[in-house]
């Protein structure tokens, strides 16, 4: 067969190829272990949307969010970095740096990793605390949305997800990520079951690109989202269709309005 081509890649990513193609491309993958990375992170992706935004996450992806932009931009990003992993080298080389600045500059883990681990730990720690579980119980809303809005610099509301079984137990202010404003803050919610999820949000990443993605980490499973306003993840350890519920709930009032929730929402 001819040389494996990027749409050809693409195809097999969203499942649109068959025969003997798909044996090629499959073949093509297993012996380039960074291009079978890249193609799995784009299947993880549509997953994601398929998750939580069906039946709008069937709908046509807008240019800018396409697979081939996408991975253009990855390249890029991977050589920017590559170029400065060189500079840290050198710069140890003449006695200028040490192994703790090179590894921030080296370290290629993706900020929705990074926000997701936070999340989950974040979950473990306080769903299992009683009188401590939150700073701001849900007698004081009001004040609680005000605070933690100011603190992240963005109208955060609180979802009301009674149709999901869940009322709101309170929130708090946590430190977050440098690159996604210092400061994070998790919501609370519980059943009459006594099972809880926390929403753990975030200010805009510097690049106020949207994402979507889903993983299980730590025996929880969290659905992460980014638009040009917040970073959303939500945590929890119901059954899988009740993550969802719960998920697509949060994600339909904490982007309601938004112009890059729109675009997904149609």
């Known amino acids: 067969m001819s040389q494996i081509t990027q749409d050809m890649l693409m195809a ?19 012996a380039n ?4 990375i890249e193609i799995s992170l784009f299947q993880r992706q549509n997953d994601a949307i398929q998750t939580l935004f069906a039946p709008v996450g069937a709908e046509p992806v807008p240019a800018r969010l396409r697979a081939r932009r996408l991975a253009a931009e990855r390249g890029q990003r991977l050589q920017r970095r590559f170029g400065w992993a060189v500079a840290a080298v050198m710069l140890v080389g003449v006695g200028l740096g040490a192994g703790w600045l090179i590894r921030p500059m080296v370290d290629a883990r993706p900020v929705s990793q990074t926000l997701i681990a936070d999340a989950v730990n974040a979950h ?3 769903v299992a605390e009683n009188r401590h579980a939150v700073e701001v119980g849900s007698d004081d809303s009001e004040h609680l949305t ?3 809005s100011n603190r992240l610099d963005t109208n955060l509301g609180m979802p009301d997800l009674s149709g999901e079984g869940f009322s709101l137990v309170g929130g ?3 430190p977050g990520e440098p690159e ?7 919501l609370m919610y519980e059943n009459t079951d006594k099972d809880r999820i926390t929403i753990y949000v975030t200010a805009a990443l510097p690049d106020r690109t949207a994402a979507y993605e889903f993983a299980t980490y730590d025996g929880a499973e969290a659905f992460y989202w980014a ?4 970073t959303c993840t939500v945590v929890g350890t119901l059954p899988e269709g009740a993550m969802k519920q719960v998920s697509q ?7 309601e309005g938004d112009v890059e929730a729109g675009r997904y929402r149609g």
């Open 227 to 230: 638009n040009a306003r917040i």
């Open 12 to 30: 097999y990513a969203d499942g649109q190829l068959d025969g003997p193609e798909r044996d090629a491309v499959a073949a093509h993958l297993t």
């Open 33 to 36: 272990p960074d291009a079978a």
């Open 249 to 255: 709930a949060v994600y339909r009032q904490l982007t």
């Open 180 to 186: 996604a404003g210092g400061r994070a803050a998790q």
């Open 146 to 148: 005000t605070w933690l």
């Open 172 to 174: 708090r202010l946590l």
């Open 124 to 126: 473990t720690v306080y």
